[in-house]
């Protein structure tokens, strides 16, 4: 009888004044509901800095030929990809930090800082006078903003169980519409004095700046996602048993194990989760599939726009920024229907890993109708490449979220920060390829349009499919573990 009294007391889960993870706990345990508020707010602050990271696609082909840097037209994508990349080069290097910070001080001070930074240097971008000042503002914007890794933390952390799914879909769709409205804003607000003479005149600082608009755009709006952020509460523990110095670090190493392969945390509790994050097999090959996914959707988002404003000589549509941003526009309303009312569904009937797989599968086929749909012209192009769009990204954005579900089910509460760091620094290096390598391969291929060997744009999708259909294969067993399944192999 002493024996469960002593085990039910352990089993108890304490509760520390005055810390913030502990409040929001018992806060959870009151609540009944999804509280809206809260999902709202993080809905906001991660369209915040979703937005500045694929808003210049649709101006940026337009933009380097103003700057003068290319010597030749083809050239024009070839630069463009270097300016894509160099956001992602900065959060490559920074990733791991933030999420290091964000297990040490909290995660909510790291996602006030991406908030400001994108409210700083987005706005500088759009004054950029050359090539290397576009490069700089950047990378700066992609260094210091690392909110991404804790938010998806935080998500995890501020809801009950039964509703992580519907936050942690709500993060990748807000981080899809991000990146899909981004373009749409940047193609209907760049070069407004070209557009609307009515309202700006070309010696407004809208007409000397052209994509100054855009990019002023968002960053007001950011300015009202750091505004939510003090609505946020604090979700990390700070109290002895999980929040020493060296907590942050200690997810990083590896614990001292007991005689059972069991970690005891300070508390007390016996617990896997002291072993190495780089030896969590479920956390890393989820990491590595989720590289290879974002190394093909950020080299897909970059071409795609480039592609379409592309000449129709050299095999694109020759479509204007305005027009790209309403193919955008239509896609992203279509993913935020999907995401928020056919995916948590979708999930809960087939899990995360066979709905990144059946997305994997479908895209191959899709991606490689686009060249024949540049063959189509009037309303027939409009329509089916509408529909192609948005099907590409309801996909990409399924298999993301599935990704996001695994990452985050891998690990114990107080590793999601240093996790997640390492999941997005992962992530970022190729992102950082993504656009440099897509740039360039459009660029080459635009001057091989009369080749024996995937002609012109075939080369790219080609290229885009085998990317797709390396990351399909490596969702089956033995690479791709569940947590769950690989604790009861082991």
Known sequence: MANDELQEKLLKKPYYENCPGCMVDEMK???????????????????????????????????IRDLHIA???EDINFYAGYVGASYMLGRTLTSMFWGVVADRYGRKPVIFIGIITVVVFNTIFGLSVNYWMAICTRFLLGALNGLLGPVKAYASEIFRHEYQAVALSSISTSWAIGLIIGPALGGFLAQPAEKYPAIFSPNSIFG???????????????????VCCFWLPETLHMHPSNCSPTESYDALET????????TETKDGRETDSGIS????WPLMSSIIVYCIFSLHDMAYSEIFPLWTESPRKFGGLSYSTQSVGEILTITGCGLLVFQLFLYPFVEKMLGPIKIARISGVLSIPLLTSYPYIAMLSGVALSVVLNCASLLKNVLSTSIITGLFILQNNA?????RGAANGIAMTAMSLFKAVGPAA????????????HAAFFPGVQLVFFILNVIEAIGVLMTFKPFLADRSQYESLN
């Open 29 to 63: 345990e009151r609540q009944r509901g999804l509280p809206i508020t809260k999902l709202l707010a993080i809905w906001t602050v991660v369209l915040s800095a979703a937005l500045p990271i694929s808003s210049l696609f649709p101006f940026l082909y337009f933009m």
């Open 208 to 226: 000397r700046f052209p994509y100054f608009l855009p990019c002023l755009f968002i960053s007001l709006f950011a300015l009202i996602g750091a």
């Open 411 to 415: 690990v114990e509460q107080h590793q």
């Open 438 to 449: 897509g740039g360039a391969v459009l660029s080459w291929a635009q001057k091989r349009q």
């Open 71 to 73: 010597k030749r037209e």
């Open 255 to 262: 614990a001292l194990p007991k005689d059972n392969g069991k």
């Open 277 to 280: 994050l780089l030896k969590n």
